[in-house]
Nanobody, 120 residues
């Protein structure tokens, strides 16, 4: 059974930092690209970042470029999302996903989400 479990969410002040983790089990981790998405209240889920199988390639949504960093540890089967210079607009439920395709904004497997709330 495939499981993706996010952690690290919580409350942060604007300008602050958080690091999210996504621990995978039940799948061959290094054949899946890792992705992060988020969904703010009243909005559709949107793509945030993606990382390739080996971690050599990354891409980001324009809204987070330069502030967020996605990285992975294949030995531990974890994908991380480092978030710096947080803004109020970053408040959302953050979901990790695993997908065979690096270039699309879809996920084959999903985590349950972790809440990130940024306050002023």
């Amino acid at each position: 059974q495939v499981q993706l479990v996010e952690s690290g969410g919580g409350l942060a002040q604007a300008g602050g930092s958080l690091r999210l983790s996504c621990a995978a089990s039940g799948l061959t981790f290094n054949v899946y690209n890792g992705k992060w998405f988020r969904q703010a209240p009243g909005k559709e889920r949107e793509f945030v970042a993606a990382i390739s199988l080996s971690g050599s390639r990354t891409r980001y949504a324009e809204a987070v470029k330069g502030r967020f960093t996605i990285f992975r540890d294949n030995a531990k089967k974890i994908v991380y999302l480092g978030m710096n210079s947080l803004k109020l607009d970053d408040t959302a439920v953050y979901y990790c996903a695993a997908d065979p395709n690096y270039f699309n904004n879809f996920g084959s497997y999903w985590g349950q989400g972790t809440q990130v709330t940024v306050s002023s």
